[in-house]
């Protein structure tokens, strides 16, 4: 058996301060009394040092599905320092994004406001800590 990453050994003072994360699902869900049935799926935050999870529902496999289910997640257990997900296309342009924010090399809008206010979002929480995003690649 391989030795664990240092990151897995290490003390942390509160959970979720690396974590992993996954997808899991399809599930059909009914959202409402008598409506049609939409499929939806599980994405999961797994924190590396507790083994706690946290789990979120997203739309879809897109990327701004994810990032809202990551937006979710950080409001209710803070900012993590280091994520670890799979090689999964959604989870890289999800990192991509995270660090076109920060940077502010992001896709130009219409409005400055706009990209300010989404740049504060993301540059508050981090401005402590930098959050790394690893992923994962399978041989």
């Known amino acids: 058996m391989a030795p664990l990453p240092q990151f897995r050994?290490?003390?942390t003072y509160r959970p979720f301060t690396n974590?992993?994360?996954?997808y899991?699902?399809?599930y059909l869900t009914i959202q409402g009394r008598g409506r049609a049935q939409t499929k939806q799926y599980l994405c999961l935050f797994i924190c590396l040092q507790t083994h706690?999870?946290?789990l979120e529902m997203a739309t879809s496999l897109d990327t701004g599905s994810l990032m809202n289910a990551f937006t979710r997640m950080t409001a209710t257990r803070g900012?993590?320092?280091k994520m670890v997900s799979d090689n999964w296309s959604?989870?890289?342009?999800a990192d991509r994004e995270i660090r076109r924010i920060i940077c502010g090399t992001g896709p130009r809008t219409?409005?400055?406001h706009n990209s300010k206010q989404r740049r504060g979002v993301v540059l508050e929480p981090t401005s402590s800590t930098a959050l790394r995003w690893c992923v994962r690649i399978d041989d």
Do not use: E, I, R, Y
């Open 9 to 11: 050994l290490q003390m």
């Open 19 to 22: 974590c992993a994360t996954d």
């Open 24 to 26: 899991g699902g399809p």
């Open 52 to 54: 706690c999870c946290h």
């Open 79 to 81: 900012w993590p320092k």
């Open 90 to 93: 959604n989870f890289v342009a």
């Open 110 to 112: 219409n409005s400055a």
